[in-house]
Structure formats: C-alpha cells, structure tokens
C-alpha cells in the first residue's frame, strides 16, 4: 500500500464515521469534519517523519484525532502533556477506548515525575525520625503512607486521596533527581520510579508531562537518556506551554526549600550513619536559618525581581551572604565524612552542586541568559533562565529521525504560527489550524462594557469592572467566572463583591483548585474569582459556567525579568519587540481564558471584556479577530436579551 496515499487513511474515515467505532462506544459521539482532517494530517506526518504544528479549536476532538493515527501507525509513541490532569485523562480513558475502537493491542504505560512516587528509603528514614521527634499529626501521615506503601503497586502518591497533594509531608516520602540515591539506595529493587521507568521503556505507548519529557532532553545531551532515543513519534499535546517549561527546565535554580531540606536530610543520613555530630548538626541547623532569612528579606508579597533589584535591597545581599558562607561550610563538613553513608555522600554531592550554582549566580552574567529572583509565600528561588530554549529541543530532534507533533488549542495568532515556531526553533515545521466546530455565533456574545476608565491600570479601575459585572451576573443568575491578570486586583475585587452577591462567592487561595471547581459545578450558580491557575485547563461544560469576565489584556508585566531581557534582546537585535513578543503572549494567553466559556455543542454564554484598549488602540481588531466569531455588543441590553433567550 502507499504509504502517503488516500488508502492508508481509509481506516481513520471509518473510525470517525457516525456509524464508526468511536460512535458505537462514546455516547454522544458525532463526527466532526475537523478532526478527521487533523487526525489525516497527523498519519501522513507520522508516516514521513516530518515536524507539524497544529491549532486545533475547543471542541475539535484533538485528542482522538492524535491517538488514532499514532496507533494505526504503530511504533514507539511518546504522549506529553502540560498537567497530570490530562496524563491521568489519557491513560486511564481516551487510550483505552482508542484501543478498543481500533481493536489495537499496543501497550500502554504512564510515567511521572519521581516525585510522584513514594520513596522507600526515605520514608523509611523519615519514619525513624518521627519516634518523638515529628508532630503527632505528621507522624500519623508518614504511617498512612507506610501502609499505602507496602499495599500499592505503583507507588503513585495520587492514589492516596486521604493525604493532600500538597500536603508538607510528601516531601518527607519523595524523593527528587538532586536527593536519590540511585543504585546506591538500599531499597533500589524495590523502588517505584524504577518499576514505572521498566514499564515505560517496555511499552509501546508512553504518556508523559512536559516536565519529564525536557528532563529526558537534557538527559540525552548527557547520553543517558531513557524514552526519546526508542521513540518514533513524540506528540507534544498542551504545547503552547513548551517554550515557558523549556526555559524553566534549562535554566538553573536554588530554592530556600530545596537549602532546607539538604540541611534536614544531612541530620537524618548523621543518625543513620552511627550517631549525631554536633558540629554539622550545628551547620546544618545554621544553612536552614539562613535560608529562612533569605526569604524574610524580600518584600512579604509574591513578587519577581531582576537579579540586579535583589542585590540592591542590602538585607538580601546580605543574607545571600550569609547563605553562601553557610553552604559552603556545611558542604566542606559533609565532604569529609562523605565515606560514612553513601546518603552523606550524596548530602555532600547536592550542597556542591548548590553551591556551584550560587557561584554561578553571582558571577558575570552568561549570555542569552537572564538571572533573577522569584519570591514566594514562603520560599524564595534564585533562577539563572536562558531566554531562548529552542538549542536543547532542535538538538533532541536533530539526532534520530522520527514524527515530531505539536497540538494546542492556542499556538496560532490569526493563523499565524510564528511566535511559536521561532521560539522552539521550529524552522522546519509545517503548520496548520482547524476552526471549533461549535456555533459561536449561536452560542456566544462577546460584551464590551462602555464607561471603564481608560487606562486599566488605574487604581479605581478595578472597581469599575466589579460595577460592570454586577448587572451581568443579574442577567445570567451567577454561573460565572471572573479572571483577574493579578492577584491584587482579585483581591480587591473580592473585597467589593463580599455582601454584596446573591450567588455562592469562591476565591482561588481559598482551596485547591480541583475543591473550588468541584463546589463550582455542584453549587450550579457560584461566581468564582479566579488569577493565572483558572485561565487554562478548566473545563466546566453546560449550564453552570455561562459568563467569563476578563479584566485586562493579560499582556505580560514589562518589569518581569524574563521578559524584560527577551524584550531588550529583540530591541538590540533592531526587532520590535511589541510585535513579536508582547501583542503574541497576550493574545494566546486571552484565547486561553476565553476559551474556558464554550466546551460543548450545547453550552451558551456571555464573554465578557472590560479592557478598553480592545476599542482604543489599534492593535485591539487584531486581538478580537483571533478569537472565535461571536457576535459583539456594547450593550448592556443585549446581554440581557441574550439570557431571556
């Protein structure tokens, strides 16, 4: 048969067929001219090996439209996506029921990060620090995970639904790349990361995250890489995350976290190796307060700040210091008990490492890179960020020929795929975009509200968007979300709407996501006030979500460091930086949030905007043409018509 002709594509237009497969096992299922287009682009590229990027619309079917053709095709297939939600989607629905429409026998294994797994020997270590050393509650959990432990054949830590996952615990029965053992663990035979990463290395279908998958192409540039060198097909699903992971990923960094624990794990691997020595006890207790205080030493709320705007507040400075003298001491202490225990030795190994890195950071800055300080609520991270990530990736692609696919919802400004493409270094790359098959024009109005101040910067702006909501959430009866660009302006929003709302309030901070949106969808009339978590990967289909407020064009603030250099970067080089970065970023990341309004054939809703730029600057009927077709009013009226109809 021809590889590239119409017959080997035969089999996917019977499979999306009405009275196909698909149809006969997924109620509701009607074929969509769309997705069978993308799932024929995706089995020609498959086939020739080629690299495609595509924007698929919501409601597409993007998901089957991958997984059909990769099956057919056969081979070594690695699915990544941008969140554990959609990775545990994948493998524990949409793959078996593509399997059982094709009838395909391929294997199929999920592979986390290690982190997700339980780590024996430290919960172990951490269990015999627990006997009258821990609180009562935490010593309580570390059993629990003992017993999930010896119970469970994955080790995944997801399974144990009574503990958070964001519990402080886990961090006592994980381990990281930085504190594993590796071979040298005594429980190596055991261990779940190494039983998932065998299941995965013998599977024909991988699904990964974005996170594992970057760790594995660094790994490669190491020669020790374990997926992508078996892989004849990689199908990059989120991607619109891509280019924001990879520089994250092949950057450097130091968390006070990541000071804190070393200092503990030295404490615990000193009693474990024979008995406590007070000197390193006493540097180690020293590295932790001082890690402490680098945190306490920047502003109290969450904030980025250029390396340069650190250094100039004198507490930092000084308490970074502080920091090194501290590490480098407990460091030169562990090195010279390294031989007692290999987990000292490995103690001894992370504190150079770190130390490397703070070196690293206050030496003259490398170029292409920028460096900079994230300040969290309660940890601060010392970042060194290459500003373009696409060397590692066009290397991980160059060096075996195989299917390269990315798919997103959003990768493409009016059809234009360029910010993307260049910013993965993508230049071989064919493109191309599908429309959502949903009824915009049915289904949706785009409301721009008349009378906000003109700058939305301005400190009564705010304000004034809560006063234009007030009447569209009369009109739709609540169901709504309201997404903010900041945290301050929610906050401030949350302060007016309290009292003042007939409708059920939720405030992201106030629970886990997933708490907020199952209360969300059960409630069926709530207005969820929500920041950058709630613009992407949320998906609340029918009656219960009928209104998305946006406060402003979430264009990325000028003063972010990372963004800062990527802008003076493309300035220096005579490029306008306005169009290719700025205007691109802004646009993908609204299409993301407007996106969350519209999930099904049968849904309805109001899209609301409240940024006047949208109608004041020129670039606003650019911005408003990459979104779906809907109708738009300034009206309040016929946002109210709309909701009576």
């Known amino acids: 048969m021809d590889q590239g002709g119409r017959g080997a594509l035969r089999p996917l237009e019977r499979l999306f067929a009405a009275d196909g497969p698909l149809a006969a096992r997924i109620p509701g299922y009607r074929p969509r001219p769309q997705q069978l287009e993308m799932a024929e682009a995706i089995l020609a590229a498959i086939r020739a090996r080629r690299v495609l990027a595509l924007e698929a619309g919501t409601g597409t079917g993007k998901t089957f439209a991958y997984l059909a053709p990769a099956l057919l095709a056969g081979g070594k297939v690695i699915v990544s996506t941008g969140t554990k939600?959609?990775?545990?989607?994948?493998?524990?629905?949409?793959?078996?029921?593509?399997?059982?429409?094709?009838?395909?026998?391929?294997?199929?294994?999920?592979?986390?990060?290690?982190?997700?797994?339980?780590?024996?020997?430290?919960?172990?270590?951490?269990?015999?620090?627990?006997?009258?050393?821990?609180?009562?509650?935490?010593?309580?959990?570390?059993?629990?995970?003992?017993?999930?432990?010896?119970?469970?054949?994955?080790?995944?830590?997801?399974?144990?639904?009574?503990?958070?996952?964001?519990?402080?615990?886990?961090?006592?029965?994980?381990?990281?790349?930085?504190?594993?053992?590796?071979?040298?663990?005594?429980?190596?035979?055991?261990?779940?990361?190494?039983?998932?990463?065998?299941?995965?290395?013998?599977?024909?279908?991988?699904v990964i995250n974005h996170h594992l998958f970057f760790a594995d192409v660094m790994l490669r540039d190491e020669g020790v890489s374990e997926l992508l060198p078996a892989a004849d097909t990689v199908i990059l699903d989120e991607a619109h995350q891509l280019p924001d992971a990879a520089r994250q990923f092949f950057g450097e960094s130091v968390s006070s976290g990541q000071l804190i624990e070393l200092a503990r794990d030295a404490r615990l691997e000193l009693r474990a190796a024979g008995g406590a020595d007070p000197q390193t006890e006493a540097l180690a207790a020293k590295l932790e307060k001082s890690a402490r205080d680098l945190r306490l030493a920047l502003a109290a709320e969450p904030a980025r700040l250029a390396w340069t705007q650190a250094l100039a507040r004198a507490?930092?400075?000084?308490?970074?210091?502080?920091?090194?003298?501290?590490?480098?001491?407990?460091?030169?202490?562990?090195?010279?008990?390294?031989?007692?225990s290999e987990g000292l030795g490995a103690c001894a190994r992370r504190a150079g490492a770190a130390a490397a890195v703070l070196a690293r950071l206050e030496g003259p800055e490398a170029p292409e890179s920028v460096r900079w300080v994230e300040v969290h609520e309660k940890a601060v991270q010392l970042h060194a960020t290459p500003l373009s990530p696409a060397e590692p990736l066009r290397r991980a692609m160059n060096e075996h020929p195989r299917a390269w696919i990315f798919v997103s919802a959003t990768l493409a400004v009016a059809g234009d795929f360029s910010h993307f493409t260049r910013e993965l270094g993508l230049d071989k790359a064919e493109t191309r975009s599908w429309p959502s098959p949903f009824d915009y024009g049915r289904q949706a109005l785009l409301y721009l509200p008349q009378g906000l101040p003109p700058d939305p910067n301005s400190p009564e702006f705010t304000a004034a968007v809560v006063a234009a909501a007030l009447p569209v959430l009369a009109a739709s009866g609540g169901r709504a979300f309201l997404l903010f660009t900041t945290l301050r302006a929610l906050r401030r929003a949350q302060a007016l709407l309290e009292g003042r709302l007939e409708y059920p309030l939720l405030v992201q901070g106030t629970g886990s996501r997933s708490e907020l949106l199952a209360r969300f969808r059960r409630l069926g009339n709530a207005v969820l006030l929500g920041a950058a978590s709630f613009w992407e990967g949320v998906d609340v289909p029918g009656p219960a979500l009928s209104v998305v407020l946006i406060d402003k064009l979430p264009f990325a603030p000028p003063d972010d460091p990372v963004i800062a250099a990527r802008i003076e970067a493309l300035r220096a080089a005579g490029r306008n930086a306005f169009l290719e970065e700025q205007l691109p970023r802004a646009v993908l990341a609204l299409k993301q949030g407007a996106g969350r309004l519209i999930r099904g054939e049968n849904d309805r809703g109001v899209l609301v905007l409240c940024d006047p730029r949208l109608v004041r600057r020129p670039y606003g009927r650019a911005i408003l043409e990459a979104l779906p077709p809907m109708r738009a009013t300034r009206e309040l009226a016929d946002v109210e018509r709309f909701f009576r109809g």
């Open 85 to 206: 939600t959609l990775q545990d989607q994948l493998y524990e629905r949409d793959i078996p029921a593509m399997r059982a429409a094709l009838g395909a026998g391929a294997t199929v294994a999920r592979l986390k990060g290690r982190a997700n797994y339980v780590c024996l020997h430290r919960l172990e270590r951490a269990l015999e620090e627990a006997a009258g050393r821990r609180p009562e509650a935490q010593a309580q959990q570390l059993r629990q995970i003992e017993r999930f432990a010896r119970a469970s054949a994955s080790g995944d830590r997801a399974e144990l639904a009574d503990i958070a996952e964001d519990a402080p615990v886990w961090s006592l029965a994980t381990s990281t790349r930085e504190n594993c053992l590796g071979q040298a663990c005594p429980r190596f035979r055991e261990c779940f990361v190494m039983r998932a990463r065998r299941e995965a290395q013998d599977a024909d279908v991988v």
């Open 315 to 340: 507490p930092f400075a000084q308490a970074f210091a502080a920091l090194r003298g501290d590490l480098e001491r407990l460091g030169e202490r562990l090195a010279a008990q390294a031989e007692r």
